[in-house]
């Protein structure tokens, strides 16, 4: 079954310090990928997106993603965080051969502590 | 620079009413869609469009209909509201297929008592 999972529900990292938020999907394919944050009482922003080529993808906001095809995994990172990267962050997969059906993680929230 | 926008914000219904999420873009593209936020859960989709006078089933749309007479509007309406509704609703769009879905709306949080 095709599924997406974010092993954390939540992290708590120190300002200044790095980042890695985890994702691992199962897919019958490679499918195309995305990393999405969501501030409290907000819609979802895309951060990045991979969706071929160079497994290194950078987003907005100083976030970057490594593709991994032998790990089925797709995780975030930050070499230092801010304050202002506390929110929720969600990992997806929708298929890149056709159809809408994009399957989104459940989420994980980060907490930043001064 | 509005992008996506939904109203109502926020929505109290009671069992069996019915009621019409509007949610408009005013960036011309073409994909829309409609998800519900369930807590410590990902989004599902309910609807998709792919242009005007065109649209189609997600994962969970049984409760929903939607239209999309216009570009710009994508309406989501409940008929007959249910509790299991109670959720979050999130309207998105983007260019096409292979940017799904970009940009979102602030989202309606929707209780049904």
């Known amino acids: 079954a095709q599924s997406v999972t974010q092993p954390d529900i939540h992290i708590t990292v120190s300002e200044g310090a790095s980042l890695e938020l985890r994702c691992n999907y199962s897919y019958g394919a490679t499918p195309y990928l995305f990393w999405y944050v969501q501030s409290p009482g907000q819609g979802l922003q895309l951060l990045l997106k991979y969706f071929s080529g160079d497994t290194l993808v950078q987003g907005i906001k100083g976030f970057e993603a490594e593709f991994k095809r032998s790990q089925s995994s797709f995780n975030l990172r930050k070499p230092s965080v801010h304050w202002s990267d506390a929110a929720e962050y969600f990992c997806?997969?929708?298929?890149?051969?056709?159809?809408?059906?994009?399957?989104f993680g459940a989420g994980t929230r980060l907490f930043v502590k001064a | 620079n509005a992008g996506v926008t939904q109203t109502p914000k926020f929505r109290i219904l009671k069992i069996g009413q019915s009621m019409t999420l509007q949610c408009a873009q005013d960036m011309n593209h073409n994909y829309m869609y409609w998800y519900r936020q369930d807590p410590g859960m990902g989004l599902k989709l309910i609807y998709y469009?792919?242009?005007?006078?065109?649209?189609d089933k997600g994962e969970v749309p049984n409760g929903y209909n939607v239209s999309r007479s216009t570009t710009e509007d994508f309406p989501l309406r409940l008929e007959l509201a249910a509790p299991s509704q109670t959720s979050v609703y999130f309207c998105?769009?983007?260019?096409?297929?292979?940017?799904?879905?970009?940009?979102f709306g602030d989202g309606t949080r929707l209780s049904i008592l």
């Open positions: 997806a997969v929708a298929p890149a051969t056709g159809g809408f059906k994009t399957i």
């Open positions: 469009s792919v242009g005007a006078g065109i649209t």
């Open positions: 998105a769009s983007s260019r096409d297929r292979s940017n799904q879905p970009q940009h």
